[in-house]
């Protein structure tokens, strides 16, 4: 049986990807405790560190109202 994909919002991907940039966790950890694929969250920051250098990232840009992966 196939798994359904999940979709998460942006401001949630924003915080997982500060968790591992900003706050020091590693993926690993944070695969194991948020129950996320390692591969979407190596995305998800990638596209913050992007970001974060003025750079479109490797995804959809993020929504300028939102509180986005750029600070």
């Known amino acids: 049986?196939?798994?359904?994909?999940?979709?998460?919002?942006?401001?949630?991907?924003?915080?997982?990807?500060?968790?591992?940039?900003?706050?020091?966790?590693?993926?690993?950890?944070?695969?194991?405790d948020m129950n996320i694929g390692r591969t979407a969250i190596n995305r998800w920051?990638?596209?913050?560190?992007a970001e974060q250098q003025g750079k479109s990232g490797i995804g959809k840009p993020s929504p300028p109202n939102c509180n986005a992966f750029v600070n």
């Open 1 to 32: 049986m196939t798994k359904q994909r999940q979709h998460y919002e942006t401001a949630f991907k924003l915080e997982v990807a500060r968790m591992v940039v900003d706050q020091g966790l590693s993926v690993a950890q944070v695969v194991k």
């Open 45 to 49: 920051i990638k596209q913050y560190r």
